[in-house]
Structures are given as C-alpha cells and as structure tokens.
C-alpha cells in the first residue's frame, strides 16, 4: 500500500480563493478586512512566518500591518501596543507571534487581546466555546487538520483518533474537534507509556510533538489517516515531520507531507478567521453584504 498524500499547498490554495471572493464582498460594502501581527524580538523564523501570513493577507485582500517590538521590550509595552489595536476599528484580527521572549509570560499577552478580535483562537474565551461546542474562533492548525481530514471522505464517526502532543495551540483542540465529529479520542503526551501501543490502533494519527520522526513506520496502523503537524530542521538545514514519511508513506492510507503539509493549511485558516471577524464587525454595524 501507498498512501495519498494529502496536498496541504493545493488545499489552501482553494481555501484561499474563498478567502478572497468573502474579502472582496466586504470591500465592496466599504470594510476593509484588517489583520495586525505582533512580533517581538528578531527570532529568523519568526519573522519568516510573520513575512508569509503578510503576503497571505494582501493576496486575499486583507490589509495587513505589522508592528515588531525589541526583544528586551516589557510587558506593559506589550499590553499597550494590544490595547490600542484593540481599540483600532481597522482592525478585526491581532496575531501575536509566538514563541515570545521568556521574559514575556504568553498567558498575560494572549488573555489581553479582544476575543472579538483573537483569530488564532487561543484566548480562554476561545478555548472555552470550543470545550462547549459553540466555538467563535477555532485555533488554525486544528481547523486546517480538520479540513485535510474532509479531503480523505473518512466518517470520523466511531473511527479511533490518536493525538501526539498536548499543547493548547494544536494538541488539545484537535483532540476536542476530533471528539466532536465522531471520534474516540486517545490524547498522548511525553509521559505516555508505551506510545506505539497507541499509535497502532489509531484510525486517525495527529502527531504535533516537535521531535523529529518520533513515529517510525511501524507505529501507524494500516490504511489509517497521518497528519504531521511537526516542523523540525536538522543540523543540515532539512525539514523533518514528527512522522518518518518514507516508512509511513507505504502503511498509511492517507498521509500529509513536510512541508507542503499543514503549515500552508494554518496560513489559510488564519486568513478566513480574520475575515470571520470583519464580517461579524459588518453584521454589528448593519452592513449588508452582497452575495
């Protein structure tokens, strides 16, 4: 058996010409969508990432800005520059990039933006509507998971879902939208026991460690559905998955690359959030928009 591989780079291609035609529509209507980004210090891949959601939001149509704070800079010059973007009606999305500084407790800075206004969906408010059902924002790599999920035509109902990594931006929300659709959930962490035992069973397989190739291929279970979330470069400058692709490729049914994976999908998820937000702005203020 070969897997497919799912094509993260052609799937938020298509997301991303939806994202444009819903920008135009508020355009049109005189809202222009708005997206602040917040990087603090000068970490390389940060500012590549930042670099990429920037270009993202002005192909779709969302006028962007981005405001970099000094690595040394305090937490009350943080909160101030997020009190005023909050308060700053051309702005419907704040983006803090992270890692931040350790000096920088990411809690404080993530609770400090608008929930009206948290299109990385990891405000409490946002995590706590997801817990309940009724998310308003979903955090944008378990969103673009979900949507390469679709793209296998899989029932996730009844299927064994195995999540790999318990953080709040990826872990822990992919475990509760896969709870959600159907799935029985099994959440794994650095103190699992016996992780292939797990992994073996699993219908569904989310790994979001960090740790390089972490899954061999004989811990994925025939035909089942690999989504690698890890992004980790080796000495020699190369790009590895927490998924040793080659040995998972002939066992899984359906499997997604790095890169080209889910990091093009997050991007896209992003960008329609933001939108989201400036179209509830637009139905607030009682502007209709065209169809």
Request: overall charge positive; charged content about 20%; glycine content about 10%.
């Amino acid at each position: 058996m070969t897997a497919t591989i799912i094509d993260g780079k052609l799937l938020a291609q298509r997301l991303r010409g939806d994202c444009k035609l819903r920008a135009d529509r508020l355009n049109a209507a005189g809202i222009t969508p708005g997206l602040a980004a917040v990087v603090v210090g000068d970490d390389p891949a940060s500012k590549i990432y930042v670099r990429n959601k920037l270009k993202a939001c002005q192909e779709a149509g969302i006028r962007s800005e981005e405001h970099a704070l000094a690595p040394d800079c305090s937490l009350a010059a943080v909160l101030a520059l997020i009190d005023r973007l909050n308060a700053d009606a051309a702005v419907h999305g704040i983006l803090v990039q992270l890692p931040l500084p350790a000096h920088l407790p990411q809690a404080a800075v993530i609770e400090r933006i608008s929930p009206d206004k948290d299109v990385d969906g990891l405000h409490p408010h946002s995590l706590g509507s997801l817990l309940s059902g009724h998310a308003r924002f979903v955090p944008c790599t378990p969103a673009g998971i979900m949507e390469m999920l679709k793209t296998t035509g899989l029932d996730l109902r009844g299927k064994e879902a195995v999540v790999v990594g318990r953080s709040n931006i990826v872990g822990k929300p992919a475990a509760l939208m896969l709870l959600q659709a159907g799935a029985t959930v099994t959440l794994c962490h650095s103190q699992t026991a016996d992780l292939a035992r797990h992994t073996r069973r699993a219908d569904v397989l989310v790994c979001a460690v960090g740790k390089p190739q972490i899954i061999s291929g004989d811990m994925v279970k025939p035909g089942a559905a690999v989504i690698d979330v890890g992004i980790n470069r080796t000495p020699a400058g190369k790009l590895l998955g927490d998924v040793d692709f080659g040995a998972a490729l002939q066992r899984a049914g359906w499997i997604t690359p790095v890169p080209g994976g889910v990091g093009p999908m997050t991007i896209a998820m992003l960008l329609g959030n933001t939108i989201l937000a400036a179209e509830r702005r637009a139905t607030a203020l009682g502007v209709k928009l065209g169809a």
